[in-house]
């Protein structure tokens, strides 16, 4: 066997007769199957054992010899030879053809392979194939050309007339005479010729021919191995048959096929033996051609095949093709042993980087090794025994199974798997029940809840996958999205609700103005019942040394809460003092005004002070990410449990509860809404006189209950105390919006109507007060279109997260630094007037191409090549500078790749990204993930189609991405210069721009409907819009640059995105831009071997270039070319990549004619050969460590810290107290 793990490329060629001669263990003859009374395999048949082997282990088919002992013997009374049965996967066999026949693959693909070589049309290669005519193989001295297509009466009367001085023959094998024909260098050095004068459609065609017989040539495939004359059996283990209960067979559909054509076959072999007359033979030819087509692709041409019930029969291409097929079902996706699944619930009590496994989930998970440990251990005298007990479940397993599991994570998997936060790392706990138990905080990154969710574990077997488990993938190391670096285990409801209703604060709660000179002291006079969480109390800042505390006040007194005490127990020692919901507070020492000055009575301070705001969910996600910037990952985890612990405990203590009481009712809602139905009436009699159209008038009433529910949604919130429960809920971010409360105790509004608009009648009841039948019924409409839309949404975003990862899924950080002397100048993404990305997003994580200069002193901010973190990027926004040139993965040199310093910041760690890591898939992940989030609206501007039309959402994105021509076009400038004159057109409803250019002046024809955005006298640039609207991508790069394209596509995704409230970092739009724009078009091949028109990696371009240029040839010159993601995907260097992606059959055709190595260089095409993908730690230059003994001590899982103990005490004491309200 070849270790699959050395071997460089895979190419793939077509096959001649005699390869696939070599191939075969033996010629079937006959169309049985086994033997319906012994069910012993036929002779000669479709599973004969001498041809493909033994059905049974080291058994020969009579009997004769068994036993490995008798291994490689061939039986001398049935002929099998004694073997593993497994070679019935592995052995083919062939079918010997009367008469060739051709591969439906070269003939029917588009373009058809055959036709171009020959130079035949592909509906008169049909009619020869099929025997419906004859084609002239040799014209002898006879009035006929050379391929001329005669019908069956025309070749009886040349045959008349010519007898035997000319040769026209019909089906393949005419076919195959003229492929040997064929002389390729001789056919492309004349095309080459030809070229230098050839236009338009000739040239075209001219081109396609060339570059097939160029194929053929640098592969040394021959063209008449495109007709077969024998063809391959595929082993028969890979196209089973089995008995079911009833002694019936269930038989794959290839065997049915194969049948066909053996019968076929036969048949015409015996007419040929009895010299039948020609007219039955070629039907008969015709017929062995038809069931060889459909054995390779059923129902390419012509009706399919069908099987029983009138189902189409299953085909060798269709055994590739689609989700169902080998490449995606098979070798993209294999289901794995050591593997559960099971619903999940939550468990509060679990640490970050634990999760609850059912006892007997994982003893069947981890059996192996607590039978080990069973032997090794002397409970059990073998592996038979030890595996007796597991059965029985002796008492002495369960001790020994928390011993296995101690050193061994496991992993955490929820279908859909949008992004790698999908899988994640835990250290196993037993638990009773049969749920696997999860974190609370581990929710988000899942996008789990617990209401019947499933989620599937895996057990990581060998030293390198548990190491890379724990070190790469424990879910405590993944607190960061990689989308955007923003924290991703943000607290949510309880933990919110609880830190919120603790940080709160109240004017005259018992103890308020108490002094305390340590935070035990206010602990025991909270036990005590002296003070409450919302008392403001005075604080001795002598208690906390390691604080950083204002200058002059490190020995002062502040005013703070008591709960707000507890809550700052749960930050490391040294960090700030935090009192009040602001960035500021995080970042620097308490404000001065919580302290008392010198001589100041406690209770004036507390009288001037206005009450201190309670920490919100947003507060909260943000103090996540501000520690993780300072202390990193195990600090941050242990605050994130204590978070959750103080919120559970707190929220489970306070008391809060929700009662229809707490929903306040507003009196006089019906009297506006009695006010808004006699302004409907008002524009009812205006539209019924004719004043208004009856659009005019649907839009008003519209606006009118709109606007009635606003009226009533702002009265409402004026009615809600902020200590009622609902408010407490909305106002922390735990639950609920305003709408919604005004959906419980207002109105709740106007409904969407089936056809995605809204309709006129209003629900005016709430849910307090219940709807009537007809409200009820109305909303149904609005909440099945919801359902509708959230699955098709599904469907549509994970087809495009699908493509997103195929056409970047090879690209990994190569190397440290390309040296590339370019970048892209960055600033500000707005529209209009709104922000839609501001500079600071843009610069963290970003590496400087040219140093950064301070516009008013000219000093130096950051110099070239160093990466901007959040200070940097801070402070240069701050100087002023409104633009930055950047390192970036447009401008990148790497080969396959990206290097480190063009990509910059790994922003799921904080840290200079890694090489090896796979920031094409992370890319694809982070731009598809929010797919759901976006809308799939098109918002149309009242009827009249055009440039108002604007596509939001998914569909722009996809637009995008896609490089399709956009909905409502802009108009751009070819040329650099002043618009002269803007001239309406009334005759041709339409206006003419006239843009006047240094060299020359260009007039462009726009419609009356679009809007224009330049004036007469304004100067534009190549590329500028003329007229409102999306520019065409593919247009723009014509006019300007790839690298001004690339630049338009960042800004329109980001827009894209950003409109819906969805932040991802640039560097991934970049990842997926430069892939779309990696080819060239070839205009001018100069002394090259390049072919005019074909497509070429830019790379690739270059070197030839290079080679050229060296030997003093004239280079070839190219154009940028941008690719849709779906294109450029199958344009990609990797034929199994491109092949498992989308038309297989299209991708294998092309691929074996060129011969096509494939270099291994992505993730995919290792994953279907079975090899360690080229990244992370896979990749070579990783592969050679040795594993180093000793564990560092920050990636254990940290035991309490002695140093911190005192710290919780507070916290600890404040969790067993229950608290009196």
Known sequence: MIDVNKFESMQVNLASPNKIRSWSYGEVKKPETINYRTLKPERDG?????????????????????????????????GVEVTSAKVRRERMGHIELAAPVSHIWFFKGIPSRMGLILDISPRALEEVIYFAAYIVIDPGDTELEFKQLLTDAEYRENKAKYGDRFQAKMGAEAIQDLLKQVD???????????????????????????????????????????????????????????????????????????RRVINRNNRLKRLLDLNAPRIIVQNEKRMLQEAVDALIDNGRRGRPVAGPGNRPLKSLSHMLKGKPGRFRQNLLGKRVDYSGRSVIDVSPKLKFYQCGVPRPMALELFKPFVMHELVKRGLASNIKNAKRKIDREDDDIWDILEYVIKERPVLLNRAPTLHRLGIQAFEPVLVAGKSIRLHPLACEAYNADFDGDQMAIHLPLSDEAVAESRLLMLAAHHILAPKDGKPIVTPSQDIVLGNYWLTQTERGREGEGMIFNSPEEATIAYENGDIHYHTRIGMSADSMPEKKWPEGYEHGIFVTTYGKLVFNALFPKDFFYVNEPTQENLTSPLAEKYFLKPGENIHDKLDSLPLGKAFKKGFLADSIAQIYKLYRVQRTSDYLDDLKELGYTVCTTSGLTIGVEDIPT??????????NRQKVDVISKQYRRGLITDEERHDRVISIWNNCKDTIQNELAGLFDPRNPISVMSDSGARGNISNFTQLAGMRGLMAAPNGGMMEIPVTSNFREGLTVLEMFMSTHGARKGMTDTALKTANSGYLTRRLVDVAQDVIIREEDCNTDRGITVSAITEGDEMIEPLFDRLVGRYTSKSVIDPTTGETICPANVMMNEDMAQ???????????????????????????????????????????????????????????????????????????????????QELFEARNPKGRATISEVTGEVTSIEEDPAEHTREITVKGQTDTRTYSVPYTASVAVAEGDQVERGQKLTLGSIDPKELIRVRDALTTEKYILSEIQKAYRMQGVEIADKHVEVMARQMLQKVRILDPGETDILPGELMDIGEFKARNKDVIISGGIPATAQSVMLGITKAALETNSFLSAASFQETTRVLTDASIRGKSDPLLGLKENVIIGKIVPAGTGMPIYRKMEPKADIPAENLPEKENESDSKEKSVYAQAQSTGSEN
Request: proline residues 4%; contains cysteine.
């Open 875 to 957: 402070k240069i926004v701050d100087a002023g500078v409104t633009s930055v040139t950047i390192r970036s993965v447009f401008t990148c040199n790497t080969q396959h790749g990206v290097c480190q310093k063009c990509y910059g910041m790994n922003l799921a760690t904080g840290e200079d990204v890694e090489v090896g890591e796979a920031v094409g898939t992370v890319a694809a992940q982070s731009i598809g993930e929010p797919g759901t989030q976006l809308t799939m609206r098109n918002f149309h501007n009242g009827g009249v189609a055009g440039a108002n039309d604007i596509t939001q959402g998914l569909p722009r994105v």
């Open 666 to 675: 507003l009196k006089d809602k019906d009297d506006i809404v009695r006010e």
């Open 46 to 78: 479709l599973f004969d054992e001498r041809i493909f082997g033994p059905t049974k282990d080291w058994t020969c088919s009579c009997g004769k010899y068994k036993g490995v002992r008798y291994r490689g013997i061939v039986c001398d009374r049935c």
């Open 184 to 258: 390729i260098q001789e056919e492309a050095k004349k095309l080459k010729e030809e070229l230098k004068t050839a236009t338009g459609q000739k040239r075209m065609r001219a081109i396609r021919r060339l570059d097939i017989l160029e194929a053929f040539c640098n592969s040394g495939n021959k063209p008449e191995w495109m007709i077969m004359d024998c063809i391959p059996v595929i082993p028969p283990d890979l196209r089973p048959m089995v008995q079911l209960d009833g002694g019936r067979f269930a038989t794959s559909d290839l065997n049915d096929l194969y």
